[in-house]
């Protein structure tokens, strides 16, 4: 079975930095799509990054484009998000997912556990 483990979230200042890792195992994910979603308190889960490793075509959610930038490591079936000038409204919950096919939120086949970054003002 194909199984995912976030980790790397913990609490930061505003301005400051951190990467997420998310180990796949199971499964090769060379030619996935893999992505990094988020959840706020009270708030729906929302795509922060995405790429497919077919093609390299990213996806960034505006409020975070020129800041945050997702990676992956084949060889190591890792995925990584790199978090750049984090920013209050960065707190969340923060899942990695992947799909052999695209990241469509309401049929990802296989998610994360969720690693919960903070960022103070």
């Known amino acids: 079975d194909v199984q995912l483990q976030a980790c790397g979230g913990r609490l930061v200042q505003a301005g400051g930095y951190q990467r997420l890792s998310c180990v796949v195992s199971?499964?090769?994910?060379?030619?996935?799509?893999i992505g990094w979603f988020r959840q706020a308190p009270g708030k729906e889960r929302e795509g922060v990054a995405a790429?497919?490793?077919?093609?390299?075509?990213?996806y960034y959610r505006d409020s975070v484009k020129g800041r945050f930038t997702i990676s992956s490591d084949n060889a190591k079936n890792t995925m990584y998000l790199q978090m750049n000038g984090l920013e209050p409204e960065d707190t969340a919950v923060y899942y990695c997912?992947?799909?052999?096919?695209?990241?469509?939120?309401?049929?990802?086949?296989?998610w994360g556990q969720g690693t919960q970054v903070t960022v103070s003002s």
């Open positions: 199971g499964s090769t994910f060379d030619d996935y799509a």
């Open positions: 997912a992947a799909d052999p096919e695209a990241l469509v939120p309401s049929a990802i086949d296989y």
């Open positions: 790429i497919s490793l077919k093609d390299g075509i990213t």
